[in-house]
């Protein structure tokens, strides 16, 4: 089969059943889309491999960026239930980013785009893609291309935040230890945040404990920042590397 390309477009007309809380809230493409510059990326299915290690994760990653150059929402759309998508975002600590469950594939069936994963058990899910949406209207597409298995080479949010910005360069990746109610910590999570770095944050006591800061760092004491694989250290030395 062939992929249609919807550039130009509006995207589906669609309902979306979600759950909020205890409730049930039906969402619609108008709410989605309308008035608003809308980057989605859509995904055969929530907890799978590639969508877990990377796909998610870095549009997550890199939503404060795609805010600055003036995107609204970020929206994982795939066609699983809401139940799913909710636990999926939960377990990925996705904070950043909206998720759509298109549960009965009527979204993705308008964009042309729901394929037979039968040998794999999945029945109809949605080819990998990503999309820019104005207004409602398809502004750019990126659809992977059609190989067997499951490729990932156009669809990825550095390749959505460079057609946005084509001398954007990405910023080194950022972690950093903390501890709750550590003063400290706070501040060098404002000053990473006041230089436009986004960060994921190991917090003691729930993903990690003193042993493990012993063991990486060689101290015990919080945060421990680490920038591209270098370990940068407390907030006094991060003031230091970034006054450099």
């Not at 669609?14 to 909020?20: A, E, G, L, M, Y």
């Not at 975002?89 to 039968?118: H, R």
Request: proline share 5%; aromatic share 10%.
């Amino acid at each position: 089969m062939s992929f249609k390309d919807m550039t130009g477009q509006k995207v589906p007309n669609v309902t979306f059943q979600t759950r909020q809380g205890d409730m049930w809230v039906e969402v619609t493409t108008d709410e989605l889309f309308n008035n608003k510059t809308v980057v989605v990326f859509s995904l055969p299915g929530a907890f799978t491999p590639t969508c877990s290690s990377t796909h998610l994760p870095r549009y997550n990653e890199l939503a404060c960026e795609f805010k600055a150059l003036g995107v609204d929402d970020i929206i994982c759309m795939s066609v699983n239930d809401t139940f799913v998508m909710n636990a999926w975002k939960a377990d990925q600590e996705s904070e950043n980013i909206t998720v759509i469950p298109d549960g009965n594939g009527e979204f993705t069936e308008g964009m042309g785009l729901l394929v037979d994963k039968n040998d794999l058990g999945f029945g109809k899910r949605s080819w990998r893609y990503s999309m820019l949406v104005k207004n409602g209207v398809v502004e750019k597409m990126f659809i992977e291309p059609q190989e067997p298995g499951d490729p990932f080479k156009v669809s990825d949010a550095d390749t959505m935040i460079k057609y946005l910005k084509p001398d954007w360069a990405p910023k080194e990746s950022v972690s950093i230890i903390t501890k709750p109610g550590c003063s400290f910590c706070a501040k060098a999570k404002a000053l990473l945040k006041d230089k436009g770095y986004t960060f994921e944050e190991i917090v003691l006591g729930r993903d990690a404990s003193t042993i493990s800061v012993r063991a990486i760092t060689g101290k015990t004491s919080v945060p421990q920042v680490f920038i591209g694989g270098k370990h940068i250290g407390g907030s006094e030395e991060l003031e230091a590397y970034f006054a450099k």
